[in-house]
């Protein structure tokens, strides 16, 4: 997977620094591929995180996320993987993310996965 992908993720200056806040954003048309059997995989993300400095431009989220669609890749290593690439463009004071994929052979998958800004930092 290239080292590339979060190279698209844009940042906005947050007006309100002063204030702890939550943003959630829900993303319910997420796509990879199965590194195994190369089926598709499905999966609503969703971002949950308190914005430090910065915070994330939507559409170039969007399209960070559309890089995925053909990469194999599983879930585990996708969620935290997407969760080091935002988190690591925001620098948020705290940031979860919950990957809940679609059923395959009855089972269902939910990875989440969390950062936490160190104090003083």
């Known amino acids: 997977m ?3 992908f979060a190279d698209i ?8 620094q002063q204030r ?3 943003i ?3 993303c319910p048309e997420f796509t990879s591929v199965c590194p195994k059997t190369g ?3 499905f999966g609503t993300l969703t971002f949950t995180y308190v914005p430090d400095k910065l915070c ?3 559409k170039s ?3 960070y996320l559309q890089q995925f669609r053909n990469e194999g890749i599983f879930y585990e290593n996708v969620t935290n993987r997407i969760l080091n690439d935002v988190a690591g463009i925001l620098q948020p004071r705290k940031m979860t993310l919950v990957a809940a994929f679609t059923a395959r052979g009855g089972i269902t998958t939910t990875v989440t996965a969390s950062f936490e800004k160190s104090v003083g930092k």
Not at 10 to 15: D, I, L, R, Y
Request: hydrophobic content about 35%; proline content about 4%.
């Open 24 to 26: 959630e954003i829900v």
């Open 61 to 63: 989220l969007k399209l």
């Open 2 to 4: 290239s080292d590339a």
């Open 39 to 41: 089926q598709p995989d």
């Open 56 to 58: 994330v431009e939507l």
């Open 9 to 16: 993720l844009e940042t906005f200056e947050n007006q309100y």
């Open 20 to 22: 702890d806040y939550t």
